[in-house]
């Protein structure tokens, strides 16, 4: 089964403060994803990336960044927490490149920034 | 622009009472169709993929079917154990790095016993 887990589960920080959310899956997946989700407006997508050391923007990619070092390992950072980046975040992984790959997600972190 | 739209945005059925979810989608050049179920406060749990218009998928209660346009979840003889939210998704991009997901808003489902 493929597994992808996220560093936390539920988050509060302080605004301005630095804030890491880490992902990991152990299947070998070349590429990984990371949304918000919110009340309304759906799944939106904030960076992706398709192989070690290479990121793409989203949708929503302000305030945001991502590091990928390690090809099981994909981090998003946010530089400076503001409250309006209150929000559920989903980390999602797939094996590679063609369109009927399947996502599989994480858990989720609920973060909360106060 | 792809969009995806999804309806109804909540449902409420009767334990046993079947029913339809639709999702209606505008791509250029369909690659595909994901269909998810997401309880509240975790990540999508996939369900289904569909290739290509004319297909069907099932799995227990649940049959997906697609269309040139949309694409619909069957709930048959639906439990409370089904209620979710349904979410279903098309792959976009250019391929040249990846594809990404678009996804509808969802429809909560909900089965009373």
């Known amino acids: 089964d493929v597994k992808v887990t996220q560093s936390s589960r539920y988050l509060v920080k302080r605004t301005g403060e630095k804030v890491f959310l880490e992902c990991v899956q152990d299947m070998d997946h070349e590429n990984m994803f990371w949304y918000r989700q919110d009340p309304g407006l759906g799944l939106r997508l904030i960076y992706f990336s398709y192989d070690v050391k290479m990121k793409e923007k989203g949708d929503i990619p302000e305030g945001y960044s991502v590091s990928r070092e390690k090809k099981e390992r994909f981090s998003l950072i946010l530089e400076s927490a503001s409250t309006n980046q209150t929000s559920m975040y989903l980390c999602?992984?797939?094996?590679?490149?063609?369109?009927?790959?399947?996502?599989?997600f994480g858990p989720g972190t609920r973060l909360t920034v106060l | 622009e792809d969009q995806v739209t999804q309806s109804p945005e909540a449902l409420r059925l009767q334990e046993g009472e079947s029913s339809s979810l639709n999702c209606s989608y505008t791509?250029?050049?369909?690659?595909?169709l994901f269909w998810y179920r997401q309880d509240p406060g975790k990540g999508p749990e996939f369900l289904f993929t569909l290739y290509s218009a004319g297909e069907e998928k099932e799995k227990e209660r649940l049959k997906a079917t697609l269309t040139k346009k949309e694409s619909f979840l069957h709930i048959t003889a639906p439990k409370p154990e089904d209620s979710a939210t349904y979410l279903c998704?098309?792959?976009?991009?250019?391929?040249?790095?990846?594809?990404?997901?678009?996804f509808g808003k969802g429809t909560k489902l909900s089965v009373i016993p």
């Open positions: 791509v250029s050049g369909l690659r595909g």
């Open positions: 998704a098309v792959p976009r991009g250019s391929g040249a790095g990846s594809y990404q997901l678009t």
């Open positions: 999602a992984s797939k094996i590679g490149g063609a369109s009927t790959d399947t996502q599989y």
